[in-house]
């Protein structure tokens, strides 16, 4: 039985990654950084019983990483990495902090490499292994009002690109999966403020940005497409590194080189809601 870890499954795509992959022959360690949260994921394998064994895993902490993969590591080598903990938050650039700012990479992508690291010398050793790193569709297309989150992941996307080819000698598999809106709890779970003032000078970026998850919402994609795409990712001979989850996103993808940078930005220009409307459709596919 082949040892799978994966990041942040209290909730969301994790936990649906969590039971999948045991599904499927894995044995898993979920982590997750507060085990009082372990609950669902607990009950749900053992009324299957399946081989999931939670674990304490903070991935900005190096000590509680260190731990977490010496529990998974104890038995054997870890054959697969999960990284999907995260954080969001929704406010114009002008308005986040910057310990909010920080929080967010120190999580999207430091607690990324953190995990890589540990697992990387194993896997280089035995010539084999896949790491899997849940970006996000604002990784390719960044999206206003949601600034730290899509420059965090971007730089997954970057530090993942060239990681596939400095690791592939290795015979270690790198790819990235990229959700759009799913139906999890993300913003809730996250510290950085969701902020939005009526009054404010970027009111219509912020109305915008929200109508964008609403038309995600009305897609009701729920976390287990993810872990289905995850785990196709792992499985497929036919290596891919970039793996679009979800229909927006897929339409996101399938379009991002059909216009310039330039079109994307002159739709912060003065823009009825109609022709805003109209022009992102052109480009994304989204209705909004």
Not at 68 to 89: K, Q, T, Y
Request: charged fraction near 20%.
């Amino acid at each position: 039985m082949k040892t799978a870890v994966v990041t942040g499954t209290s909730t969301g795509i994790g936990l649906a990654t969590s039971l999948l992959l045991a599904r499927n022959g894995w044995r898993v360690f979920a982590g997750m950084r507060n085990l009082a949260k372990a609950e669902p994921l607990t009950a749900a394998a053992a009324k299957e019983d399946l081989p999931v064994e939670v674990v304490e895993l903070d991935v900005t902490d190096a000590a509680s990483t260190s731990a977490a993969f010496a529990r998974a590591s104890a038995d054997g080598p870890i054959d697969l990495l999960v990284n999907n903990a995260g954080v969001g938050g929704a406010s114009p650039m002008e308005l986040v902090p910057e310990d909010e700012h920080r929080q967010m990479f120190e999580t999207n992508y430091f607690g990324v490499v953190r995990c890589i690291q540990e697992v990387l010398p194993a896997m280089r050793e035995a010539r084999s292994g896949t790491i899997i790193n849940i970006s996000s569709i604002v990784g390719i297309m960044p999206t206003p009002n949601q600034i730290p989150y899509s420059a965090s992941k971007w730089a997954v996307e970057s530090m993942s690109f060239a990681l596939a080819h400095e690791v592939q000698r290795f015979g270690i598999r790198v790819s990235l999966v990229e959700p759009g809106v799913i139906m999890t709890n993300i913003f809730d779970n996250s510290a950085p403020a969701t902020r939005f003032d009526k009054t404010s000078p970027y009111k219509s970026i912020m109305r915008r940005n929200g109508k964008i998850f609403g038309a995600g919402f009305e897609h009701n994609t729920q976390p287990e497409v993810v872990a289905e795409v995850i785990h196709e990712a792992i499985t497929t001979p036919n290596y891919r590194l970039r793996w679009p989850a979800g229909p927006d996103a897929q339409a996101i993808f399938d379009r991002m080189h059909t216009y310039a940078p330039e079109d994307f930005v002159s739709l912060g220009a003065e823009l009825s809601d109609e022709e805003y409307n109209e022009r992102f459709f052109a480009m994304t596919g989204v209705q909004l």
